[in-house]
Every structure is written in C-alpha cells, then in structure tokens.
C-alpha cells in the first residue's frame, strides 16, 4: 500500500499501465497516461521554485488539468488547495492569502474574473492556464501567467521532488467556519490513504468499479472518489452535470458501478425514470453531505433492488467517520451506523465521560483519520481538536481526536443516531454554510441595520436557508429593498449561499443576553420552506 497519497497511481500504473484510470465525456486516460501527466505537471511546479509543503492552488470545475495539478502537486512533495468553482472572487482571494498560495492553476476565462484581486496576493507568483493562449488582460496584474503548453515545456528540465513522509501535509480543503470566514483543514498524506484505505474495505471496491464523480473535488468526499479509485486501479468519470438526468444517462453511457450524491440530489434523481441499464450497472449507491430522507431511501431500493445502498456520515475534519451497512438500511433508516473501518468512535457527555446507551452526547472521532487541525488558526484548532478522552477509553496515543460540534446517540446495539448540531452551522445541499459569512456580505450593503441566515428544514436541501432583516435607518421594507439585498446575494455568493427567502422586519428579537435571537426566530419560521416547498 501507498504511504504518499499520490503513489496509489504510480502503483496502478505499474500493475495496469493500460487499464482507464480517468474518463472525461470522451476523454480515456490510463493509469499510465495518468501518471505520465501528473509527473510532468510535478516537474513543472517544480522548474518554477515550489518548496516543500508550500501551497498550490487549483480553481477549475472537473476536469483532467484538475486531477493532473491536485496530484502533481502532491508528487512534487507540495501541498494542494481546491478551491470550489462555484466561489466569487472575494472568497477566492481569501484562500489564496490566507494559506499563502504560490501557484494557482485556473483557466484563462476564470483569470479575467480574478484581476482585481491578483494585486492582493503578495504570495502569488505565478499563474498556470488550463489553454495556450494568455488573456491581454493579464499584463495588469503583478504575477506571471503562462499558458499550458509554456508550463508542461518547463517538465524537460530535470528536478527531484522534494522528500515527505506520510505525515507530512498534503493537502488543504477550505470549509465554511462558525466565525465566518472559511476555515483550512489541513490533511496529511497519512489522512488521506488510510481514509481511502477505510472506504475500500467497507465498500469493497475493486479494480473492476467505475465511479462516477459528481461531487466537487474541493470537497472531501468529492476528493475521496479519486483517492479511492486510484487506490484500487478503477476508473473515475469527471462530470459536472447540468440536470438530474444527465447524472443518469452518464451511469448508462460509461457503465458506472458507483454512485454518490448528496440528499438534494437524490430526492430529484428518485422522482426520474431510472433507464434499465442504470439500475443493472450500480454496484452501490451512498449519500454525502448530510442525512438521506427515509421516504428518499425507500424509494431508491424500489428503484434499485439489486443495488446495495451505504448510508454515510463524516466531517471534513475527519473525512468519513460512520456508515450504515446496506443490510441494516431497512431495519434503521434513520441511523448513521458505526465507525468506518480505522476509525474510534466516541459520544462523550459534557464532563468528559463516554455516554451509556440512548444517552446523548458529541461525536468525537480517534484515530487515522483526523486531519490535523486547521491552516494558521491555533485557537480554533484547540477548541476541536483535543487529546483522546482518558476517562472513557483505555488507550495510550499522543494522537489527538476532534469533537464534531454533533450531538448523537448510541442504541443498545452500538448504532448512532444524529440529533443536532451544537453550532448554528447551516448544512445546505451538502455544503456547511457560515450564518456569518452571509450576514458579512448583507451588512456590506448599506441596505441593513442587522441580519440574521437561518437554516430551516428543507424536505429537498436538508435546510434551506432563511435571510431576515432590519432596513436601513431612512429605508422601509418593500419588494424593491429585498430585490436589492438578494441582487447583492447573488453577485457575491455562490448559488448554494444565496438565501431561499428575504424577510424584512421593523425590528428583531432579542435574548437576555442582547443578541439576536436565532432560536426564536428560527421557531418562527421553522416550517415556511415545508410550506412553500
């Protein structure tokens, strides 16, 4: 077994150079095209100065560059940074400052939205495109920019990657933060085979899978479907599908054994007529990115009777931490299961102590596959990442757990069953939404005195999410202040931040504390989006 997570494919590669590794619409790449490309795409970064662990960006949807850079970089002994296709150039700039990336992989049409935020860089010093022509406009900015072909030219010279061991960092995904501003969880090569490793063996993959990717590779599951084919020599179908259908007639078109998806999703794909070839090919189906609705699930297994479906949960922090055996899916659909293989899973009461059957507590997770805290913020590491619980397991490690900030509960048969979150973390069509990176944006406007993002039960997102707020000293609430805010929503933040439903009030509740009420609120509106769904 690998110990780096990009040797999986030079493995391939060795024991079936000519078996397809990547499929992209009517692309086939092999397991030793494949490596080909990401060690040329290695010796490149390395022709233009990457140092050990430093940081390489890559802004593009799913596409070969993409998997060609994120494993490059990690071949040539960096560290890679997806960053999600949907983000806006302000939130693109933040990740490139605050883990100080150094190259940024991108294409030509995406480089021209990010001009006015290159200067803001210092870091940033040089640009790959994805074409080989060079935008006019990028003369205006303080990088170099080169096209492909000026890159892969760089891959004659001869460089020897830098050195790293398994627990050094490869990798570093960005995910949304209570305190507004997204968070980087920093993931080791170590973190990221075992998890792969994990997922294997429960869902016992093999090199005859093909997999079809329709989850962002920015996010850690998405991530997870490369590390996992590769790892066992399959293959794995790149697709950003416009429609539900697509994803179906994709499954018929390549034959595709394997499917994730998150809830939202699945609740528009079991509403479709599944053609014939779609429900013989799947091997397994899995959910992502939150809990599957019950009536969701029963439906698929009428579609799917042949297929095993794996009900799943994680954190970024930990990539996969349960999983609910296709057997016990009928039996208790509403739990999450127990830990993945590799994974110590605890519910620890407020004190510290391991909870007693159908006693609630915090998910906290041990083991391999805790990544190891986040990018350049020691105070929000501390705070969820912490040595093993001595009192409620006899263990001796210098590892430390993180504790989800998810409130579960054990049956007498070892099964956990989700309960809430302890934060006010919205979880929309699979993403983890910051209330405060929203509000940041309303607040910029000038339009509000105070605004408040909810997350509301939603029977197709999971939440939906609700934006109430207070006008403007001289404003009033009318359709023409809301069209405004929701303008401002739209410009700056990606299709799965902007809120469902606009709200304006003449004031807001407050709790003893002085603060908005949520809870309240929240009461309020707990079932606008059941009735206007």
Partial sequence: ????????????????????????????????????????????????????????????????????????????????????????????????????????????????????????????????????????????????????????QLANNDHAPHCRIETDMAAILYTSGSTGKPKGVVLSHRNMVAGAQSVCEYLDSSSADRVLALLPLSFDAGLSQLTTTFLVGAAVILMDYLLPRDALLAVVRYKVSGLAAVPSLWNQLKELEWPVQATQSLRYITNTGGAMPVATTRTLQKILPSTDIFLMYGLTEAFRSTYLPPDQVSIRPHSIGKAVPGANILVIDAAGNECAPNEPGELVHCGALVSQGYWNDPDETAKRFKPYPRSAVKIVSTELAVWSGDNVM??????????????????????????????????????????????????????????????????????????????????????????????????????????????????QYQTMFRDNS
Wanted: proline share 7%; aromatic share 8%.
């Fill in 410 to 523: 054990k049956d007498d048969d070892g099964y956990l069953y989700f309960i809430g979150r302890n934060d006010e973390m919205i979880k929309t069509s699979g993403y983890r939404v910051s209330p405060t990176e929203i509000e940041d944006i309303i607040y910029g406007t000038g339009l509000v005195t105070e605004a408040v993002a909810i997350g509301l039960p939603h029977p197709a997102l999971g939440q939906a999410i609700l934006l109430v707020f207070t006008p403007a000293l001289g404003l009033k609430v009318d359709d023409n202040l809301k069209n405004s805010v929701l303008t401002q929503c739209r410009r700056e933040l990606p299709k799965f931040m902007v809120p469902a439903i606009i709200i304006g009030q003449d004031a807001l509740p407050y709790n003893s504390n002085g603060k908005v009420d949520r809870c309240m609120l929240s009461e």
């Fill in 1 to 152: 077994m690998p110990d780096l997570i990009h040797e999986s494919i030079f493995h391939s590669a060795q024991v079936a150079p000519d078996s397809p590794a990547l499929l992209f619409k009517d692309q086939t790449f092999t397991y030793s095209e494949l490596q080909r490309k990401v060690q040329l795409a290695a010796v490149a970064l390395l022709d233009l100065g990457i140092g050990s662990g430093e940081r390489v960006a890559v802004y593009l949807p799913k596409q070969p560059e993409t998997v060609f850079s994120l494993f490059g970089a990690a071949a040539a002994g960096a560290c890679f940074v997806p960053i999600n296709p949907l983000l806006k150039p302000h939130q693109v700039a933040y990740i490139l400052t605050h883990c100080g990336v150094k190259i940024l992989v991108t294409s030509a049409s995406r480089l021209v939205s990010l001009l006015k935020i290159c200067a803001g860089c210092p870091d940033l010093h040089t640009i790959v495109l994805v074409e080989d022509q060079v935008p006019e406009e990028a003369a205006s900015i303080p990088q170099q920019v080169m096209g492909c072909n000026a890159f892969y």
